[in-house]
RNA sequence: UGAGCAGAUCGGGUGGUCGCGACAGGAUCUUCGAAAGAGGCCUGUUGAGGAAAGUCCGGGCUUCGUAGGGCAGGGUGCUGGGUAACGCCCAGUGAGGGAGACCUUAAGGCUAGUGCCACAGAGAGAUACCGCCGUAGCCGCUUGAAAGCGGAUGCGGUAAGGGUGCAAAGGUGCGGUAAGAGCGCACCAGCAGUCAGGUGACUGACUGGCUCGGUAAACCCCACCCGAAGCAAGACCGAAUAGGGGAGGAAUGAAGCUGCCCGCUGACCUCCCGGGUAGGUCGCAUCAGGCAUCGGGUAACCGAUGUCGCAGAUAAAUGACCACCUCGCGAUGUUUUCGUAUCGUAUGACAGAACCCGGCUUACAGAUCUGCUCAGCUG
RNA sequence: UGGGGAAUCGUCUAAUGGUAGGACUGCAGACUCUGGAUCUGCCUGUGAGGGUUCGAAUCCUUCUUCCCCAA
């Protein structure tokens, strides 16, 4: 990389991928549906990762998901702030291009602590990384 | 000190690191752009509730409809007041509950009409089953005869007693009577009228004839109120694809209805127009606003003055981590107990704004304040 | 977020304010060498609280749960 390149990554943060904005978060019923029909997916009793390559799309985007039966708003609330956390904390293990991802919390996630969680999504991520790499050879 | 009643307030605090939404400003570094500007960047300010909840009422606002009135349908229902309005609030009245502070109350009209009151019971707008009493003839007993006693039957009186039932035609007592009955009297309850007080609901006094079941959260009657839908309302911008309208070319017109003529439909290309989907922008937060003081009012509330500016998201902004403090809770140690030490714990209640307000209802760990009642003890 | 609707045995459904009925399922018995079919009997219910009423599945009210529509 060149020294105007770096000059230019680190003035502009449009480059970066923070995952916490707006614009890299998924929006539409449908791209969530899609993801979900046509996605792969990395579960554990907490968490489940979702994810879908876009050969063309230019940031990752991310979406997350809590169901209704988990408990009320201000619990769903909670389990999405922390998902949303745990993403921030760890944005340099995903792709920052390519790829859509959907975060679904179950309903035993509403009980456990950030810690735990933030153990779980590790693995989980772990897992996605590997299934890539293997993706690649292929 | 204990038990309780009513009302009001709060719903952890301080600080730090990283991060999010909104608003304002800055710089002109960078991306897009012809520019204006937008995004990124930097700085600052600000960012959930008493119920934000349920969606049970009422209003604002928006669109549609509407001359006016009525019917239908729905709602409310003691009186007076408050309010933008309400099914809400305040004050009062009646009824019920509590020893009391106080609490509860859909509480107009069955004397406008209709319906219903199962089972039981003789009878549930009407009654005589068992009874009680009178009377008529008959039978039996007794007797010299009459009278008397008993029995069943017919006719009549009665609403005392029995029984049924949630409820049986005012209740209790005395008189009265063939037996009874408000038939008469006293008290009580109810009804009607007159007078007095009160704006009124109603209350009090007197008089009267003595009386006429319950049910309207049954239909209904009476009085008052209500147009419908909802911010995903609505307004504006508007891609792709398909389709619509117009003009011109093709055109001295392809093809079809049809064998021919008229007539009708009308292939392909270019330009223009409007509707409208995805999507976007606005609507969108300055208010029937909060707080303080003064004045009016018993109060709800109203008026005046001053002051404050207090969320605005749209897969939906408040989170993660750390330190200390305070109250509570739990565990452990010590102690007869009071207490005290250490550790853990804000996962330590209910709960998340979504167009905005006024209420109601429901949920809620814990803490604080004010007034009042009852009981016990002490002075 | 806004609007609308429903709740009755394990399931599907009836029931003017007056004993909650029927079908299927389940259990027991009869019949049969055994099973099925058939017959007989039994079990099991008004979503929760409060009110009106002599009496509520039903009427009124406050909650709970579920479903549908608008996208």
């Known amino acids: 990389m060149s020294t105007q390149g770096r000059d230019r990554h680190e003035r502009d943060a449009s480059w ?13 019923n449908k791209e969530f549906q899609t993801v979900y029909r046509q996605g792969r997916f990395f579960a554990s009793p907490d968490l489940v990762l ?3 390559p876009q050969e063309d799309a230019q940031k990752s985007r991310i979406g ?9 708003a201000v619990t769903r609330n909670r389990v999405k702030r922390r998902m949303r956390e ?8 995903l792709p920052s291009s390519g790829y859509d ?3 679904l919390a179950r309903q035993a996630a509403v009980d ?27």
């Open 16 to 28: 970066l991928f923070l995952p916490q904005r707006k614009e890299h978060h998924l929006r539409r």
């Open 50 to 52: 979702y994810c879908l």
């Open 64 to 72: 997350y998901s809590v169901a209704r039966k988990a408990g009320s």
């Open 86 to 93: 745990l993403v921030r904390h760890h944005a340099g293990k």
């Open 101 to 103: 991802f959907v975060l």
């Open 112 to 138: 456990k602590s950030f810690q735990v969680l933030e153990t779980t999504y590790t693995t989980l991520i772990s897992r996605f990384l590997h299934w890539c790499n293997q993706a690649r050879r292929h």
